[in-house]
């Protein structure tokens, strides 16, 4: 089974801190997403990844950044947190050759006080 | 761009009933649908998908779904609900050529009564 593997499962932090979320995926797949989730607006696109190195934005980039360095690592980063971010993160990956069909990870509740 | 719309937040069904969930979406063609799962505090899992061919889907955990073209829709249905079917279902819809991204609903929320 692929796995994807988020690091924290719940995370506090500071308003202004400096953020890391890692995402890690063990097949070999393309493509990586981040979302949040938020109670009453579903699954909300932040940033994605067709490939190493390479990023687009999703729906609501703004706040947010991302890397990817190797194509089983995908980075989500709050460049200074702040409590409108507090939310459910969630990752996922995909092989381009099956089209879409995402694999997701258990996620990571962010609160940022 | 193309759209979902999961027009009830709650539904609450008793156990041994049935079960369908509504999904509507906007997109000029035929697009991919998804419906997928999601107990507390986990990810999403994949229940069933469709990309063309036969209008009717199984998936796991003895789901299916129907797309109908004429009515935007792509409905969930299982004929006999288990307690542990109790989660959240989120339907989701991707654009044939438009790489890989999938846009989601906002959920329903299942409630299973004994």
């Known amino acids: 089974d692929v796995k994807v593997t988020q690091s924290s499962r719940y995370l506090v932090k500071r308003t202004g801190e400096k953020v890391f979320l890692e995402c890690v995926q063990d097949m070999d797949h393309e493509n990586m997403f981040w979302y949040r989730q938020d109670p009453g607006l579903g699954l909300r696109l932040i940033y994605f990844s067709y490939d190493v190195k390479m990023k687009e934005k999703g729906d609501i980039p703004e706040g947010y950044s991302v890397s990817r360095e190797k194509k089983e690592r995908f980075s989500l980063i709050l460049e200074s947190a702040s409590t409108n971010q507090t939310s459910m993160y969630l990752c996922a990956s995909s092989l381009s050759s099956r089209g879409p069909g995402y694999t997701f990870g258990s996620g990571t509740r962010l609160t940022v006080v | 761009a193309q759209s979902v719309t999961q027009p009830d937040i709650h539904i609450t069904v008793s156990e041994g009933a049935s079960l369908e969930l509504r999904c509507n979406y906007s997109?000029?063609?035929?697009?991919?649908l998804f419906w997928y799962v999601q107990s507390p505090g986990q990810g999403l899992q994949l229940l069933l998908k469709?990309?063309?061919?036969?209008?009717l889907v199984q998936g796991i955990k003895g789901f299916e779904a129907e797309f109908k073209r004429s009515q935007s829709s792509f409905n969930l249905r299982k004929p006999s609900v288990h307690w542990s079917d109790a989660a959240e279902y989120f339907c989701?819809?991707?654009?044939?050529?438009?790489?890989?991204?999938?846009?989601f609903g906002t959920g329903t929320q299942l409630k299973v009564e004994l």
């Open positions: 997109y000029g063609a035929t697009p991919y």
């Open positions: 469709y990309f063309s061919g036969d209008t």
């Open positions: 989701a819809v991707g654009a044939p050529g438009g790489g890989n991204k999938l846009t």
